[in-house]
């Protein structure tokens, strides 16, 4: 742990322009027509989850489609990497045309001891600007754990239904399409065989920030505009095989969220705040 924690404070810079092509692939991949995007207007959010993706060559990837351990994120000796949550604070629109500035660095990496082993967080916040324009602040928590799946002790509670509910359907096509957009290799969201025989999941995994998407999109279906703060934390897998179903309650200000597959458990919690 204690070379693991040295790579705390350690940073990444990296910048990429917001083009219209990317907005429109964005917009398409989420049912929506995408339009003709013109320059200075504002892009979908969470679609600088699509930017600024490091490049590692494919011949550098693990079996499992990452890229190989080390460089800006410690090398935590555990085989699955996952997105565990995460915070926003969205302070101006990212725009078409903008030349994004992504600021990255380490802030903590801590151990715990789960049912299936240990299991080891890191915590990195994300400043975004552009033009000197802030535009985002984000704190996002990765979890690695070993491949042992822990047997649950009874069936998990189902989820309950929100004040609003929407169903989602997935498929294949939109899993890869998300993965080819935030060029994310990882095998669980589009190599059957490879979840299902290897890893073990009864399907392809959706992933965790198409999850967020997806619930920020229908927060602002209900209030009409995007939030100013978001927040959302993974709880348990969601694939494929069944539709997802997205819901929402309000509580003063806040707007809780949930997504869940049809009589399972909560998969993704979430807070929108106007």
């Known amino acids: 742990m204690e070379h693991l924690r040295s790579w705390i404070g350690r940073e990444d810079v990296a910048a990429e322009p917001v083009t219209a092509d990317l907005v429109r692939k964005f917009r398409a991949t989420f049912d929506e027509e995408p339009g003709d995007p013109r320059t200075g207007e504002a892009a979908p959010r969470l679609l600088h989850w699509c930017l600024t993706q490091p490049a590692a060559l494919t011949s550098a990837l693990g079996p499992d489609g990452h890229p190989a ?50 299991l080891c967080f890191v915590t990195v916040k994300h400043e975004l600007d552009a033009a000197g324009r802030s535009l985002l602040t984000e704190r996002q928590g990765i979890v690695y754990r070993g491949l042992e799946v822990a047997a649950p002790p009874k069936a998990p509670e189902p989820a309950a239904e929100g004040a609003h509910r929407r169903e989602q359907a997935l498929s294949p096509p939109l899993l890869f399409r998300y993965s080819a957009l935030t060029f994310n290799g990882h095998r669980i969201h589009y190599d059957l065989p490879y979840v299902t025989q290897v890893e073990g999941y009864p399907g392809l995994v959706v992933h965790g920030p198409l999850q967020a998407t997806l619930l920020l999109r229908f927060a602002t279906a209900i209030r009409g505009t995007s939030p100013a703060r978001f927040s959302y934390r993974g709880l348990s897998p969601a694939f494929d095989t069944a539709p997802l179903t997205m819901n929402a309650t309000p509580q003063g200000e806040t707007l809780r969220l949930w997504t869940a597959r049809p009589g399972g458990p909560v998969a993704m919690s979430a807070e929108a705040q106007w």
């Open 69 to 118: 351990r080390g460089g800006f994120l410690p090398p935590v000796p555990l085989p699955r990497r996952m997105w565990a949550g995460g915070s926003l604070v969205f302070h101006d629109d990212i725009r078409v045309g903008d030349l994004v500035r992504r600021v990255s660095r380490v802030e903590e990496v801590t151990l715990k001891q789960g049912n299936t082993g240990p």
